[in-house]
């Protein structure tokens, strides 16, 4: 089945400065990639997604970088602020296109 | 639409009670799926339903587990009997087709 491996479990970046966080997948069928952030106490919320026909996406601060040849994808935040601080998911569909595999997570933290 | 709706949000019970964990999905999602986070495990997948049907339980721990679905707009998880192991989080979502997850409030579960 689907494997999602992500690095690092944690990361700690000065404000104003870009965070980048790695993940790898295992099913070369995989066609969703979406990335969650989850604050403390808090549900995981959908921050931005990719699919497999994009290479790149952008969202203001954020952007996801997809490559499909080596089964990884990316998640960049830009001019970090306090509020980016929260523990991100990567995720992956399998060809199923029905059940999500999450990644380990990793908790960011940025320092003021 | 209120989105995922979980109840109870915090539950503590004793060593062997039995425990329900109830979901109410976003109207027209036709999946939905009981994760359960813990520190040592991340996002794990229990259970996932497809129009009511249980479609892949091969994350449920135990027979200890049950999942229900008995309309598109009720689901629920038991525990019986509880153990101390099972305090988690437990989080309920939802998706259509266009797969992007909508995670309900979780239910923070503590067993004595």
């Known amino acids: 089945g689907e494997n999602v491996e992500q690095h690092p479990s944690t990361l700690s970046v000065q404000e104003g400065d870009s965070a980048v966080i790695k993940c790898t997948y295992s099913?070369?069928?995989?066609?969703?990639f979406p990335w969650y952030k989850q604050e403390l106490g808090k549900r995981p919320q959908l921050i931005i997604d990719?699919?497999?026909?994009?290479g790149e996406k952008k969202d203001q601060r954020i952007a996801v970088t997809l490559n499909k040849t080596a089964k990884h994808f990316s998640l960049h935040i830009t001019e970090t602020q306090p509020e980016d601080s929260a523990v991100y998911f990567c995720a992956a569909t399998p060809g199923s296109a029905s059940k999500i595999i999450f990644g380990s997570g990793t908790r960011l933290s940025i320092r003021p | 639409d209120a989105g995922v709706i979980q109840s109870p949000r915090h539950e503590v019970t004793e060593m062997g009670q039995e425990v329900t964990l109830r979901c109410k999905p976003i109207s027209g999602h036709d999946y939905l799926f009981w994760y359960r986070q813990t520190m040592m495990r991340g996002l794990e997948l229990l259970i996932y339903?497809?129009?009511?049907?249980?479609?892949?339980d091969s994350g449920m721990p135990e027979d200890r587990f049950s999942a229900k679905m008995p309309n598109a707009s009720f689901s629920t998880l038991k525990i019986q009997p509880s153990e101390p192991r099972d305090s988690a989080v437990y989080f309920c979502?939802?998706?259509?087709?266009?797969?992007?997850?909508?995670f309900g409030p979780g239910t923070r579960l503590l067993v004595l």
């Open positions: 339903f497809n129009n009511n049907v249980p479609i892949d």
């Open positions: 979502a939802s998706s259509s087709m266009e797969q992007v997850w909508y």
């Open positions: 099913d070369s069928a995989s066609n969703y």
């Open positions: 990719i699919r497999s026909n994009v």
